[in-house]
């Protein structure tokens, strides 16, 4: 029971982080990077130190924590954040010109497999006393292995839809559509964003050990690698507004009060896949197999609600009912892929 609770949590977080850019349609008279810094306050650092905050027990703090002697440990987690940023950037291109539905399917997939993977994979090189490569067992490897062909699945859906669809089909449908362009850049943006899990493998004996709850315990290191992320994203986010000359989006009071709240909004909700991974994973301990792909079950899970709402958002209005039914298909085989480990591991 702990077990469905556990993928229940996760599966609800992925639900949210999927939802996460419908809140940004709302913002008004800001432009990219503008938007994209201020809902990363929140995303990447307030709501994040709130989360690590309750990993904290009474009578300590979390500068107590960061202050102990793992400065290796911290200065990887943050690294990696800082690596996991540039898949952040390239990850919101990827759906300038995807589309929210294909560009969240490839570049998490691909986030989704080698996340999963490098993280021992590192782990190992540094520490090899640990023996992290052991928890990469056959119903590990053979999750991975699903998910990605689940993601490959909906992957030939979308380059049957670019085969099928006129010009002007395909910017009705996604503005900026560009297959070609845009399958490079999620490629990118899947492989820097698999650093997340790498940093949060770093950092998972970041907490007060047996005083720290289970479902608390990687959410010091979710806070590391975010505060990374934050500071590729700042640098450059405040670079294109010089570039762009567009510090004065940040003087339109006229409409803060509306764009705080849907940045706000949006931040909340992508927060939400990691600390409901953090929680869901407190219910997984009696599986290791799940343990170790629950960052993959997470990313398969995000490209199925991503694909719900490509298909709400009529991303896949005009494809034929051939390319609709190879993209259902891609759903289910990711769905399976959540609970395939379990059944044979």
């Not at 639900?15 to 940004?24: A, D, E, K, L, R």
């Not at 992957?155 to 010009?167: H, I």
């Not at 089909?169 to 490079?184: I, Q, S, T, W």
């Not at 990374?228 to 003087?251: E, L, P, R, S």
């Amino acid at each position: 029971m702990d077990i469905i609770i556990g993928l229940l949590i996760i599966a609800v977080g992925a639900f949210c982080q999927s939802s996460c850019y419908v809140p940004i349609n709302k913002i008004k008279n800001w432009s990219w990077e503008s938007y994209w810094i201020v809902q990363g306050v929140f995303a990447w650092l307030i709501l994040p130190f709130l989360g690590a905050l309750l990993a904290v027990p009474e009578g300590h703090s979390l500068c107590e924590l960061f202050m102990a002697d793992n400065v290796f440990n911290i200065s990887m987690t943050i690294l990696f954040g800082v690596l996991w940023g540039v898949g952040g950037l390239t990850f919101g291109l990827s759906m300038r010109y995807l589309g929210v539905a294909l560009g969240q399917s490839i570049a998490l997939g691909t986030c989704a497999g080698l996340g999963t993977i490098m993280g021992p994979v590192l782990l190992n090189m540094f520490f090899p006393e640990l023996d992290a490569l052991s928890s990469l067992t056959f119903a590990v490897i053979l999750g991975v292995v699903v998910t990605l062909v689940g993601i490959a699945v909906i992957g030939v859906a979308g380059s049957m839809k670019a085969s099928s669809l006129s010009e002007e089909e395909k910017k009705e449908a996604v503005k900026d559509f560009n297959f070609p362009k845009g399958l490079a850049i999620a490629l990118l943006a899947g492989f820097m964003s698999g650093c997340f899990n790498v940093g949060l493998e770093f950092g998972k004996d970041i907490n007060f050990g047996s005083l720290t709850a289970d479902m608390y315990k990687t959410l010091p290191a979710t806070f590391l690698v975010t505060l990374g992320g934050f500071v590729t994203n700042a640098i450059y986010c405040f670079w294109q507004n010089h570039k762009n000359k567009t510090w004065g989006d940040y003087a339109k009071t006229d409409v803060w009060a509306n764009n705080l709240v849907f940045c706000a909004l949006a931040g909340a909700l992508w927060y939400s896949q990691f600390f409901g991974l953090s929680l869901g994973k407190g219910f997984l301990t009696e599986s290791p197999t799940l343990m170790t792909l629950a960052f993959c079950i997470l990313m398969a899970l995000n490209v199925v609600f991503s694909n719900v709402w490509g298909i709400i958002l009529k991303e896949w209005k005009g494809c034929s009912q051939k390319t609709i039914a190879v993209l259902i298909t891609g759903i289910v085989i990711l769905i399976i892929s959540s609970f395939l480990p379990q059944l044979i591991g």
